[in-house]
T-cell receptor
Framework: AQSVAQPEDQVNVAEGNPLTVKCTYSVSGNPYLFWYVQYPNRGLQFLLKYITGDNLVKGSYGFEAEFNKSQTSFHLKKPSALVSDSALYFCAVRALPSVGRYSSASKIIFGSGTRLSIRP | DSGVTQTPKHLITATGQRVTLRCSPRSGDLSVYWYQQSLDQGLQFLIQYYNGEERAKGNILERFSAQQFPDLHSELNLSSLELGDSALYFC?????????????????FGEGSRLTVL
């Protein structure tokens, strides 16, 4: 079964320090991995994705993520945190459809979310 | 603005009632996803439609049903509502840009419909 784990419910970082939000996954075949951010009372916004190629993926707002196949991880990082980065962050993985199903069928499974709090 | 529109934004109803949530995907997007977000359960995948047909199913209760219409808008029907159905319901759409593009494409989320069951 496909799954995503975000082991930390909350991450607290001082402004200007580097931040890491952890994500590990389990999926059949090659994974498509995503990070989304959710601000209060808003829908999720896409940050970045890994499909293939370079293991370090750069995204919006200065965020980047590192794909590690051997550790089945896709951690979100930023070199210098801003107070405005405080939000709820979700990791997601595309799960392959069952054998014989349409290629356009794909579950996209989200982790439980990590609340990032940046203190001034 | 993601381009995905959800109505209503807020809905308060009583147990046992039935409600319909509506989603209009981004122009040209064929895939529509429904998710439920509750405080203690994160974001749960409910169901996916592609060009009017159901394509993937998640943890959707039998009391819930959905459909996607020829104009590609989608509706999520929730019936015999219980207190535990109170949640934010999100719709998201994804474009079809060829097999590889569709498989790798990110989702665009609406602002959600907040359902409160009293």
């Amino acid at each position: 079964a496909q799954s995503v784990a975000q082991p930390e419910d909350q991450v607290n970082v001082a402004e200007g320090n580097p931040l890491t939000v952890k994500c590990t996954y389990s999926v059949s075949g090659n994974p498509y991995l995503f990070w989304y951010v959710q601000y209060p009372n808003r829908g999720l916004q896409f940050l970045l994705k890994y499909i293939t190629g370079d293991n370090l993926v750069k995204g919006s707002y200065g965020f980047e993520a590192e794909f590690n196949k051997s550790q089945t991880s896709f951690h979100l990082k930023k070199p210098s945190a801003l107070v405005s980065d405080s939000a709820l962050y979700f990791c997601a993985v595309r799960a392959l459809p069952s054998v014989g199903r349409y290629s356009s069928a794909s579950k996209i499974i989200f982790g439980s979310g990590t609340r990032l709090s940046i203190r001034p | 603005d993601s381009g995905v529109t959800q109505t209503p934004k807020h809905l308060i109803t009583a147990t046992g009632q039935r409600v319909t949530l509506r989603c209009s995907p981004r122009s040209g997007d064929l895939s529509v996803y429904w998710y439920q977000q509750s405080l203690d359960q994160g974001l749960q995948f409910l169901i996916q439609y592609y060009n009017g047909e159901e394509r993937a199913k998640g943890n959707i209760l039998e009391r819930f049903s959905a459909q996607q219409f020829p104009d590609l808008h989608s509706e999520l029907n929730l019936s015999s509502l219980e207190l535990g159905d109170s949640a934010l319901y999100f719709c998201a759409s994804r474009g079809a840009t060829g097999l590889a593009g569709e498989e790798s494409g990110e989702l665009f989320f609406g602002e959600g419909s907040r359902l409160t069951v009293l």
